[in-house]
Antibody, heavy 119, light 112 residues
Framework: EVQLVESGGGLVQPGGSLKLSCAAS????????MHWVRQAPGKGLFWVSR????????TYADSVKGRFTISRDNAKNTLYLQMNSLRAEDTAVYYC????????????WGQGTPVTVSS | QTVVTQEPSFSVSPGGTVTLTCGLS?????????PSWYQQTPGQAPRTLIY???TRSSGVPDRFSGSILGNKAALTITGAQADDESHYYC????????????FGGGTKLTVL
């Protein structure tokens, strides 16, 4: 069974940093692109970032580029999101999501970890 | 900036059929955008329903179907049930570069 378990969320002050982790199990982690998708309170879904299978290629949404860094450790079956220079508008539940094979969609979702940026 | 459009809300009677759409603020949606659809109930993670325009994800009942209708992607629910009352989101793949995937704002479906 595919499982994605996020951790690392919490309360952080504006301008601060936080690093999210996502532990993957039940599939060959190194064989899949991975994504972070977030959802602000009461709002819709928003794609944040994607990383390819070996971490050599990453892309970001405009609003987080230069502040967030996605990475992965295939030996530990873990996905990361380093978030710097956090803003109030980054407040959201952050979901770790597995990419569907070759067809540019999202197939399995974690339960999410909440991030609150507030003073 | 590309905006993906969805109806903010829709209602359907139990047993009825409803079609939700996913469009672009400028241009037409085609299969090249790999439209996919996700269902989310309050407090839960999204669930994948449809990908690659019309392929049902594993375990999704066949009363959910995807298509291209005119210049939009569409999700049709046939024989709506009470537990179909959820938010539905589409996402389009915009290609390589920044903001590769763009979600629509979601449709709140009420079954009553």
């Amino acid at each position: 069974e595919v499982q994605l378990v996020e951790s690392g969320g919490g309360l952080v002050q504006p301008g601060g940093s936080l690093k999210l982790s996502c532990a993957a199990s039940g599939f060959t982690f190194s064989g899949y692109w991975m994504h972070w998708v977030r959802q602000a309170p009461g709002k819709g879904l928003f794609w944040v970032s994607r990383i390819d299978t070996d971490g050599s290629s990453t892309t970001y949404a405009d609003s987080v580029k230069g502040r967030f860094t996605i990475s992965r450790d295939n030996a530990k079956n873990t996905l990361y999101l380093q978030m710097n220079s956090l803003r109030a508008e980054d407040t959201a539940v952050y979901y770790c999501v597995r990419g569907g094979h070759g067809l540019n969609y999202f197939d399995y979702w974690g339960q999410g970890t909440p991030v609150t940026v507030s003073s | 900036q590309t905006v993906v459009t969805q109806e903010p809300s829709f209602s359907v009677s139990p047993g009825g059929t409803v079609t939700l759409t996913c469009g672009l603020s400028s241009g037409s949606v085609s299969t090249s955008y790999y439209p996919s659809w996700y269902q989310q109930t309050p407090g839960q993670a999204p669930r994948t329903l449809i990908y690659n325009t019309n392929t049902r994800s594993s375990g999704v009942p066949d009363r959910f179907s995807g298509s291209i209708l005119g210049n939009k992607a569409a999700l049709t629910i046939t024989g709506a049930q009470a537990d179909d009352e959820s938010h539905y989101y589409c996402v389009l793949y915009m290609g390589s570069g920044l903001s590769n995937w763009v979600f629509g704002g979601g449709t709140k479906l009420t079954v009553l």
